[in-house]
Structure formats: structure tokens, C-alpha cells
């Protein structure tokens, strides 16, 4: 931008991106299992683990991305973290929803997308663990 004055042209360069001292994040309002929530009285923000018998394989995460910013410019991203190494992308207040996990330890690894930088920011980690049913037990073939 330039102005006309006494001593002739001024320029004026305003940024281009508007600094933020705020940083958004995930924050986990509910989980259930089977349609039933998980917790009655606990806040899944803070929920690391959770260890799932074999039928509770039905798993069912609402996740809110809470940005002061810009609402709704963020995605949320989630992956297991050791079967994927692509991020799956949601609009930024949505379920996330997992039928029929088979046996086994997952990381679930859930973040936002910065829509405004380009990049995927990794907040929280969650271990699920489905155990085995008891006819596929080593000690059930014995």
C-alpha cells in the first residue's frame, strides 16, 4: 500500500499471515463401545488406554477440533499408528467410527490439520488392546 504525503510516497507492507497465539486442539467429548459409553464419569481427553474384551469391537470416538481462530478451518486426522502411515482426514466435529477390530494392540494416534500451513499436528495417542477369544488361545488347542 502506498500513501501520498508531506516528504512524498510512504509504503505500508501488512502481513500476510495474521500471527495467532492461540493453538487449536483435539479434544475427545466421547467414547463408546457397542453403542454404550465407555466412562459415566471421567473426561476422555484424558484417556490413554483402553483394553476391550473380544466382542467390543465395535468402537465409536466423537472428536471436536476447538480452534478460537477460524471455526470449522481445521480437519481432524486420526491413524493407527502401526498399520498406516497415511492420515485420514474428517471436518473438524465428527465420529469416528470402527466396526468389527479384530484381536490385537492398536495406537491410535488422532490430531488436527492446519487447512491455513499445510500440516498434520499429531496431540494424542491412544493404546486400544482387543484380547483374543478364548478359542484362539494357545491354551485352548493344548
Not at 516528504?7 to 463401545?33: A, H, M, Q, T
Not at 473438524?92 to 468389527?100: A, D, E, K, L, T
Request: net charge positive; hydrophobic share 40%.
Amino acid at each position: 500500500m502506498y500513501f501520498g504525503g508531506i516528504r512524498g510516497f510512504n509504503s505500508f507492507k501488512p502481513p500476510v499471515i495474521i500471527p495467532s497465539f492461540y493453538r487449536p486442539e483435539l479434544y475427545i467429548d466421547e467414547i463408546s463401545v457397542n453403542n454404550a459409553p465407555v466412562f459415566a464419569d471421567t473426561n476422555y481427553t484424558y484417556v490413554n488406554k483402553l483394553k476391550l474384551t473380544p466382542d467390543q469391537n465395535k468402537l465409536n470416538i466423537h472428536a471436536v477440533v476447538k480452534d478460537l481462530d477460524i471455526v470449522h478451518s481445521n480437519e481432524i486426522i486420526y491413524r493407527f499408528k502401526n498399520l498406516d502411515t497415511v492420515w485420514q482426514h474428517l471436518p473438524s466435529s465428527r465420529n469416528i467410527i470402527f466396526n468389527n477390530l479384530a484381536s490385537g494392540d492398536y495406537k491410535l494416534e488422532l490430531g488436527y490439520y492446519n487447512t491455513k500451513q499445510k500440516i498434520p499436528v499429531s496431540q494424542r495417542t491412544i493404546v486400544i488392546s482387543i484380547s483374543s477369544p478364548f478359542y484362539k488361545t494357545i491354551l485352548f488347542w493344548v
